[in-house]
């Protein structure tokens, strides 16, 4: 245990007991994509001496990015720790530097909590965001990134602020909305596709000291996001655990 984690009174194996018997929700996605959520996966008063290393040591950068060809601030603070020799990350037109696992050692506590509760996991990189107020946010996107090939095991792990965390099926690329629509018409009403139908979109309320995992084709299939909330006035981090191939 590196010094800096000791004076900082955390422990070895963040929270041993726990891991085995969690509460653990599965929600199957439909085609190969899945998503499960821990709310407890790390213990609440541990969880806030996570947060407040990671707020004070972590050296965030808010880089410009590039977004519909235009440039803009990322709203929110990022940081990005990889192992050596892995090809590197390039997103929105930005990419951002390596850090060293050993630059930052408690990582490597919260890591090791993370393979344990995923058996077979075995991430080699890791994105940093902290949203400072409600009005720190990240738009919808896909982590599709050719890099963590073509159906990456994503491990988000968040602290402080509760923020909404969204789902919703990407549009069908084969399917315009005319065809769609004629098609639909074809049907007998009550085989018609309800459009209305909510299993498109999903919500979670990501709280601190929890785990949400994405897998299967949930990057392919659909996009996420963490939306604006005026109400939200507090500082929330959320570390990404990631496989570059
Ligand atoms: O903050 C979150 O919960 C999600 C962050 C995210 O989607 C990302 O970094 O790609
Ligand atoms: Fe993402």
């Known amino acids: 245990m590196s010094s800096k ?30 998503v ?5 996966f790390l213990g609440f008063d541990e969880s806030w001496k996570w947060f407040n290393y990671l707020n004070k040591e972590i050296p965030w950068t808010r ?40 630059d930052y050692p408690p990582l490597k506590q919260i890591l090791a909590a993370v393979h344990e509760m995923l058996p077979g996991s075995n991430f080699n990189s890791l994105l940093l965001n902290r949203y400072k107020g409600g009005s720190d946010y990240v738009a919808w996107h896909a982590d599709d990134e050719k890099l963590y090939g073509s159906t990456p095991e994503i491990a988000s792990v968040s602290f402080g602020c509760d ?16 065809a769609t629509k004629a098609k639909d018409e074809e049907q007998p009403a009550r085989k018609r596709v309800k459009k209305s139908d909510n299993d498109d979109q999903h919500s979670f309320t990501l709280k601190h000291g929890s785990l949400l995992v994405m897998r299967g084709y949930t990057q392919r299939d659909w996009l996420h996001s963490v ?18 191939l």
């Open 63 to 102: 880089p410009s990015i590039r977004v519909f060809g235009r440039s803009c601030i990322q709203p929110r603070d990022t940081c990005y720790v990889a192992s050596e020799g892995l090809p590197e990350l390039r997103y929105s037109g930005y990419q951002p530097h390596a850090y060293s696992w050993e």
């Open 163 to 178: 923020r909404e965390f969204l789902l919703k099926r990407k549009p069908s690329k084969s399917l315009t909305v005319q």
């Open 227 to 244: 939306p604006k909330r005026a109400r939200a006035d507090a500082v929330r981090i959320n570390l990404t655990f990631r496989r570059v």
């Open 36 to 40: 499960v959520y821990i709310p407890r």
């Open 5 to 34: 984690s000791h004076e900082l009174g955390l422990k070895e194996n963040p929270n041993p007991n726990s891991i085995n018997n969690v509460k653990k929700q599965t929600f199957d996605l439909g085609k190969g994509s899945e």
